[in-house]
């Protein structure tokens, strides 16, 4: 019993796994500079660059900080040595959370599909990105990802990972259960 107390007292006097986090901005679709976060290992990443797609309220909380579920997956994806983009769809274009609104202005069809595959194309272009670029997003950033990848515009994405997405209203080709590429809703 002495034993595992001293190993949980050392495991809570360990650093927390390092990852460094910076506020950058990089080309989006038709002129728009898309600001984002981005999370990278503290050691050389050693796996895919991960492209996060918020969801309709944000990454962000009232105070501006990263929200704890982005937070959360980016230290678990830096852990796994993977470099961590989250563009910021919303206030890159002067908006605010989306889920409320009544008349989205920002749809995962179109301005969401346009940033997805800019971000893409400049993790791509990273040292951290030569291993591919692995597409992730939640609830309306998981319908970004359906989108993005029914139409992928040559975007050098090697995989997608649709977490929550909103399967009503989801792109052409893509049905319930369907053998070429299943959505389960």
């Known amino acids: 019993m002495r034993r595992l107390a001293l190993v949980i007292l050392l495991l809570h006097a360990m650093p927390a796994w390092a990852m460094r986090q910076s506020a950058i901005e990089l080309p989006g679709p038709a002129g728009v500079t898309l600001r984002a976060e981005l999370f990278l290992p503290d050691t050389p990443a050693t796996g895919p660059a991960i492209l996060g797609m918020h969801g309709c309220a944000g990454f962000r909380r009232p105070d501006g900080q990263v929200n704890a579920l982005y937070r959360d997956w980016a230290r678990l994806l830096t852990e796994q040595g993977h470099a961590v983009l989250l563009p910021d769809s919303f206030a890159s274009r002067g908006q605010g959370e989306q889920c409320t609104m009544r008349e989205r ?20 272009e990273q040292p951290f990105g030569g291993q591919g670029v692995v597409m992730m997003g939640w609830s309306h950033g998981g319908s970004t990802v359906m989108w993005t990848a029914g139409n992928p515009e040559g975007a050098p994405i090697i995989g997608y990972v649709a977490l929550y997405p909103g399967c009503a209203a989801r792109p052409t080709g893509w049905a319930c259960g369907a053998r070429r590429r299943p959505c389960y809703c």
Do not use: V, Y
Request: aromatic share 4%.
């Open 105 to 124: 202005a920002i749809l995962p069809g179109r301005e969401r599909r346009a940033d997805a595959i800019a971000a893409s194309r400049w993790l791509a």
